[in-house]
């Protein structure tokens, strides 16, 4: 797979793509190779976007030999039921956070430590270093899922009900719908939460109906899913930086031909690079958003942040070890300069 790149080489990509032609014209009355992937979210979502970039430089560039059937919002089964099925090859490709994954393969979680990325500029490190390559490979080697993209959502906040978080001790109680993640799970009873795993597809509802206070997901999923008409304190917390994984069924790309393999494998590098740019739009759309609809929108201070960093020591102390040697490679491709 090529060495991944940054977003401003990413951008140039996706722009020059479609005006450079390779791969071999389909045969007449030949039928289309189909890519079936499915998505959690809607299109309006960043790395949505991001797959209908993927689906049309694919097409265009294969000439019509490769087909990109995209089903966005779950239409191919839960997130878990998607990942499975690429798995098992009934579904050639699929997206997911990396808690989601955590289930195939539980070192994948070291992505999902609290404040382990600080700013986007760490983020697009880490997630371009040789570091998370390795992950995926090993990933790959345990599940035989292959990790072939890492797409952004971008950082994770908190809505609720009740209150504005300001401070450590305005967490204490609430209920707050999770993923299923060990190490969210932890992290905000760390922080004096009650977190409450909930599947994604019910937990507008469980706000709706009291059965939790809020969630914590980031801002253009509170605008996308219209969270923010059942729960009004949006607090910029920042805690987890989110990649979306793009998998795809290894025996299915081993079978590509060397140029349908260039094909897909340059798109992917586009559309990565492109989801990078959009997260960071619909970041700054969404705040608009929430505050045009009346959502009290609160910047945590940078005091707070770090009461808040020191309150989840104990997540690094119990899963640091787990993950190694993966987080020391992560966390030093985050911090480099």
Do not use: C
Not at 62 to 86: A, N, R
Not at 140 to 165: C, D, M, Q, S
Not at 227 to 239: D, G, I, K, Y
Request: proline share 5%; aromatic share 10%.
């Amino acid at each position: 797979m090529p060495k991944r790149i940054g977003w401003m080489q990413a951008s140039l990509i996706a722009l020059v793509f479609g005006s450079v032609a390779f791969g071999n014209s389909p045969e007449a009355g030949a039928q289309p190779k189909v890519i079936r992937v499915g998505t959690p979210d809607p299109y309006s979502m960043p790395h949505s976007k991001a797959m209908l970039l993927f689906k049309h430089l694919v097409e265009q560039q294969s000439k019509g030999s490769l087909k990109v059937d995209l089903f966005p919002s779950m239409q191919l089964g839960s997130i878990v039921e998607q990942i499975e099925g690429v798995q098992q090859g009934t579904q050639h490709m699929a997206q997911s956070t990396a808690a989601w994954f955590s289930r195939f393969y539980p070192a994948i979680d070291v992505l999902e430590l609290p404040y382990l990325v600080t700013d986007w500029a760490s983020g697009e490190r880490m997630y371009t270093s040789e570091a998370v390559e390795k992950l995926a490979a090993d990933a790959e080697k345990a599940t035989g899922v292959k990790i072939v993209a890492w797409f952004y959502l971008g950082f994770r906040h908190v809505i609720n009900k009740k209150r504005p978080i300001e401070k450590v001790a305005d967490f204490s109680g609430l209920k707050l719908r999770l993923q299923d993640s060990p190490v969210h799970l932890a992290t905000f009873q760390a922080l004096g939460a009650n977190p409450v795993a909930i599947p994604w597809a019910e937990t507008y509802q469980a706000v709706q109906t009291g059965v939790v206070d809020g969630l914590e997901n980031s801002l253009s999923n509170f605008t996308s899913q219209k969270f923010h008409e059942v729960a009004r304190h949006v607090s910029l917390t920042s805690h987890f930086f989110n990649p979306i994984l793009v998998y795809m069924n290894r025996n299915f790309y081993n079978g590509l031909t060397a140029d349908e393999k260039r094909i897909v494998d340059g798109a992917l590098r586009a559309a990565e690079g492109m989801s990078l740019i959009l997260a960071r739009e619909a970041d700054e759309a969404a705040m608009k958003e929430l505050r045009a609809a009346g959502a009290d929108v609160r910047t945590v201070s940078a005091e707070s942040i770090k009461s808040m960093q020191a309150k989840v020591a104990p997540v690094y102390e119990k899963f640091g070890k787990r993950f190694e040697p993966h987080f020391s490679a992560l966390r030093n491709a985050a911090a480099a300069k």
